[in-house]
Nanobody
Framework: QVQLVESGGGLVQAGGSLRLSCAAS????????MGWFRQAPGKERKFVAS????????YFADSVKGRFSISRDNAKNTVSLQMNNLKPEDTAVYYC?????????????????WGQGTQVTVSS
């Protein structure tokens, strides 16, 4: 079992930055590939970014490439999402996820564990 807790969400103006963090507890370490997904009101949950167990490989949705970066610290059991040049369309609840297969997450169905989510609101 893995418990995930997100933090760092908030309200920011367009063009601004936010850094989201996800703290993992339970069976952690480098066992899981990790990722971030987001869900806007009335829409389905969508993939944002993922990182491999070792942190060597990363993968991003086209909509955030060049603006977002993902990193992890296996010693501290944390994963971070740095979001720069934020746009109003980035507004959503952001969820941290862990996948036990070890492969980079690309779809929500590949995640085995989820955090409770943190709200990100970008004003125009």
């Amino acid at each position: 079992q893995v418990q995930l807790v997100e933090s760092g969400g908030g309200l920011v103006q367009a063009g601004g930055s936010l850094r989201l963090s996800c703290a993992a507890s339970g069976r952690t370490g480098s066992t899981y590939a990790m990722g971030w997904f987001r869900q806007a009101p009335g829409k389905e949950r969508k993939f944002v970014a993922s990182i491999s167990k070792t942190g060597v490989a990363t993968y991003f949705a086209d909509s955030v490439k060049g603006r977002f970066s993902i990193s992890r610290d296996n010693a501290k059991n944390t994963v971070s999402l740095q979001m720069n040049n934020l746009k109003p369309e980035d507004t959503a609840v952001y969820y941290c996820a862990a996948g036990s297969t070890g492969r980079l997450l690309r779809q929500s169905s590949e995640a085995d564990y989820w955090g409770q989510g943190t709200q990100v609101t970008v004003s125009s």
